[in-house]
T-cell receptor, first 110, second 112 residues
Framework: DVKVTQSSRYLVKRTGEKVFLECVQD?????MFWYRQDPGLGLRLIYF???????EKGDIPEGYSVSREKKERFSLILESASTNQTSMYLC?????????FGPGTRLTVT | TQLLEQSPQFLSIQEGENLTVYCNSS?????LQWYRQEPGEGPVLLVT?????EVKKLKRLTFQFGDARKDSSLHITAAQPGDTGLYLC????????????FGTGTRLTVIP
C-alpha cells in the first residue's frame, strides 16, 4: 500500500527550539512538498523539491529550511521555533497525475 | 501567489439535500483538483479536471471545470452524513512547475 508518512502526528515544542519534521514516501516520486494549513488560510506552500538535493521556496519560506538528501525523504526544519509557527504541517509527494498527502503533523509551539 | 476563493466557507445541511461548492480564481490553471480532508488526516484526492468545460461524476459528486479553466464547482446530490468533511480545490499552475495552489476550503456538515 503506497503511502506518505510523517514522523509525528502531534508535537509540542518550546519557543527557540530547533524542530525537525520528517516525511518519507515509498513511491519513488520525484516531487515532494511541505505545506502548512491554518484555519481560513487554506494550505500554503512552504518549500518543494523536484530532485535530490534540490529545493525551491514556496509562498511562505521565512523561518523554515528543508533538506532532501535522499529521494524518499524530505525534511522540514524550523531553525528557531516561534509561536506563529503553531500549525498543521502537511507533506505531499507527486508524480504527474498523482498527488498523495501524509497524515499531517500538528505542531504546537509554546 | 495565485488565489483561489472557495464559497461557502461553511455549510451545514440536512441529509438528503443537494449542495454546490464553488472555487473561483482570476488565474488560468492547467488543471484543477478537488480534495476531501477528514479531521486529523491529510487531504485525499477526489478528482482532477483538465479540459475547459469538463464534467466528471463520482457517484453522487459532480465536478465541473469552467470553460476558461479559472473556476470549478462541486455538486453533491442527496448528501449523506459520510460526506461531512473539508473540501479543498487546488489549481495546478501552467508554468510547468506543476505547483498546487489551494483554496481556503469549504467545511461541510451533513446532519442526519
Amino acid at each position: 500500500d503506497v503511502k506518505v508518512t510523517q514522523s509525528s502526528r502531534y508535537l509540542v515544542k518550546r519557543t527557540g527550539e530547533k524542530v525537525f519534521l520528517e516525511c518519507v514516501q515509498d513511491m519513488d516520486h520525484e516531487n515532494m512538498f511541505w505545506y502548512r494549513q491554518d484555519p481560513g488560510l487554506g494550505l500554503r506552500l512552504i518549500y518543494f523539491s523536484y530532485d535530490v538535493k534540490m529545493k525551491e521556496k514556496g509562498d511562505i519560506p521565512e523561518g523554515y529550511s528543508v533538506s532532501r538528501e535522499k529521494k524518499e525523504r524530505f525534511s522540514l526544519i524550523l531553525e528557531s521555533a516561534s509561536t506563529n509557527q503553531t500549525s498543521m504541517y502537511l507533506c505531499a509527494s507527486s508524480t504527474p497525475g498523482l498527488v498523495l498527502f501524509g497524515p499531517g503533523t500538528r505542531l504546537t509551539v509554546t | 501567489t495565485q488565489l483561489l476563493e472557495q464559497s461557502p466557507q461553511f455549510l451545514s445541511i440536512q441529509e438528503g439535500e443537494n449542495l454546490t461548492v464553488y472555487c473561483n480564481s482570476s488565474s488560468v490553471f492547467s488543471s484543477l483538483q478537488w480534495y476531501r480532508q477528514e479531521p486529523g488526516e491529510g487531504p485525499v484526492l477526489l478528482v482532477t479536471v483538465v479540459t475547459g468545460g469538463e464534467v466528471k461524476k463520482l457517484k453522487r459528486l459532480t465536478f465541473q471545470f469552467g470553460d476558461a479553466r479559472k473556476d470549478s464547482s462541486l455538486h453533491i446530490t442527496a448528501a449523506q452524513p459520510g460526506d461531512t468533511g473539508l473540501y479543498l480545490c487546488a489549481g495546478v499552475d501552467q508554468t510547468g512547475a506543476n505547483n498546487l495552489f489551494f483554496g481556503t476550503g469549504t467545511r461541510l456538515t451533513v446532519i442526519p
